[in-house]
Antibody, heavy 120, light 108 residues
Framework: QVQLVQSGAEVKKPGASVKVSCRAS????????ISWVRQAPGQGLEWMGW????????TSAKNYQARVTMTTDTSTRTAYMELRNLRFDDTAVYYC?????????????WGRGTLVTVSS | SYVLTQPPSVSVAPGKTANITCGGN??????VHWYQQKPGRAPVLFIY???DRPSGIPERFSGSNSGNTAALTISRVEAGDEADYYC???????????FGGGTKLTVL
């Protein structure tokens, strides 16, 4: 079954880091990019950036450039998103999503999301 | 930065037609994509490249895009269509994905 399986919920303190994983199955992982999108409680979708698995090239949204690192491990077909220096307003559901194809910037497959709660 | 503007809410009676708009500067020059999101669930792609439907999406869902406005049209609305809908584009030059703020569709 074609799917993206994300890691479980996390609770972190302000200033800490969180690393969310996203494991792909049943498609050629290296051939399609992975984006990260987050959604704060009751809010809309916010794009964080994307990574090209076959060479690790990344592009981050301006709001996250200083705090986010996206990586992949092609041997385990897993993408990772690390967010550093967490703040209370980083509490959100974090989704990984597959980019449909080169120059086709839409997301045709989504993970179920990982809830990250920042609390003291 | 590029901004996509959606109405926060749209209400429609069952069996009628719902139109959800997505406004942006010269959005007609971009490819617009639409997602449906139900509470507690991940978004699902419903329309891509302005008007194409992924397999499994009912023909009742259609899209259009021209000038400064794109639109998602849902014909013969059903109770199960109640959800949040988001438009999305890729902004060349900024190398960035942008989402609209989302529209909550209520079926009366």
């Amino acid at each position: 079954q074609v799917q993206l399986v994300q890691s479980g919920a996390e609770v972190k303190k302000p200033g800490a880091s969180v690393k969310v994983s996203c494991r792909a199955s049943s498609y050629t992982f290296s051939s399609q990019g992975i984006s990260w999108v987050r959604q704060a409680p009751g809010q809309g979708l916010e794009w964080m950036g994307w990574i090209r698995p076959y060479d690790g090239k990344t592009t981050s949204a301006k709001n996250y450039q200083a705090r986010v690192t996206m990586t992949t491990d092609t041997s385990t077909r897993t993408a990772y998103m690390e967010l550093r220096n967490l703040r209370f307003d980083d509490t959100a559901v974090y989704y990984c999503a597959r980019i449909a194809a080169v120059d086709h910037w839409y997301f045709d497959l989504w993970g179920r999301g990982t809830l990250v709660t920042v609390s003291s | 930065s590029y901004v996509l503007t959606q109405p926060p809410s749209v209400s429609v009676a069952p069996g009628k037609t719902a139109n959800i708009t997505c406004g942006g500067n010269k959005i007609g020059n971009k490819r617009v994509h639409w997602y449906q999101q139900k509470p507690g669930r991940a978004p699902v792609l419903f329309i891509y490249d302005d008007s194409d439907r992924p397999s499994g999406i009912p023909e009742r869902f259609s899209g259009s895009n021209s000038g400064n406005t794109a639109a998602l049209t849902i014909s013969r609305v059903e109770a199960g269509d109640e959800a949040d809908y988001y438009c999305q584009v890729w902004v060349t030059g900024y190398d960035s994905v942008v989402f609209g703020g989302g529209t909550k569709l209520t079926v009366l």
